[in-house]
């Protein structure tokens, strides 16, 4: 092992003397995916820049997109809550616990079943809806300054398109889970209905 390391740091791709890296650009094992590269320090940058903004809501990061699906559902199982943010359902139910200490949700246990746990948003949350909807635009206007309509349509678009290669490559994306076995044929027939 400690020869190859060896051979490895002889090696000029090993030693930075390639662009990149701290110079500017991608670093030299990035070189091969630029668009990659990219996409993942924005999306570092935009998660940041949403935290800022979101905490004078007094949430964290995350817990945004949980009260989002409670606004637009009713009262809704844990169980399923967990598979519809596709977290780990310990992250889940420590955002769930703050969020109920902070009076922006209830739980209670199901009376059909007294082993799932039900999950709604409080009526106290209502007003943290509209501080996330504003954090949300403000964010949007960051994140776009400087284009203008038409280009915001085009990334908004090209976007979908990397989401998509992205999701039939992981088949990963939680939307989809039930039709891992379903044809593209299907599956944009059932995103028309």
Same mark, same amino acid.
């Given at each position: 092992m400690t020869s190859e390391r060896a051979e490895r740091t002889d090696d000029p791709a090993c030693t930075g003397d390639l662009p990149g890296g701290l110079a500017g650009g991608p670093p030299g094992a990035a070189r091969g995916g630029p668009v990659s590269h990219s996409l993942s320090r924005v999306a570092r940058l935009h998660r940041i820049a949403a935290g800022k903004l979101?905490? $004078? %809501? @007094?949430? /964290?990061? @995350?817990?945004?997109? !949980?009260?989002? #699906?409670?606004?637009?559902?009713? %009262?809704? #199982?844990?169980?399923? !809550?967990?598979? &519809?943010? *596709?977290?780990?359902?310990s992250t889940v139910t420590k955002m769930l616990q703050r969020l109920d200490q902070a009076? /922006?949700?209830? $739980?209670? &246990?199901?009376?059909?079943?007294? $082993?799932?746990? !039900?999950?709604? =948003? %409080?009526?106290?949350?209502? =007003?943290?809806?509209?501080?996330?909807? *504003? =954090?949300? %635009? *403000?964010l949007e206007e960051q994140t776009l300054a400087g284009l203008d309509d038409v280009e915001r349509k085009e990334l908004a678009r090209l976007l979908a398109k990397v989401e998509e290669n992205l999701c039939r490559e992981t088949q990963e994306c939680p939307e989809r889970r039930g039709e891992a076995g379903a044809t593209e044929e299907e599956r944009r027939s059932a995103d028309r209905e």
């Open positions: 979101l905490r $004078r %809501t @007094g949430l /964290y990061p @995350g817990q945004e997109f !949980l009260m989002m #699906r409670l606004w637009d559902t009713d %009262t809704v #199982r844990q169980s399923e !809550l967990i598979k &519809a943010m *596709d977290l780990d359902p009076g /922006y949700v209830k $739980r209670a &246990a199901d009376p059909e079943d007294r $082993r799932a746990v !039900l999950v709604e =948003a %409080t009526g106290e949350s209502c =007003a943290l809806r509209s501080e996330v909807a *504003d =954090a949300w %635009t *403000d």
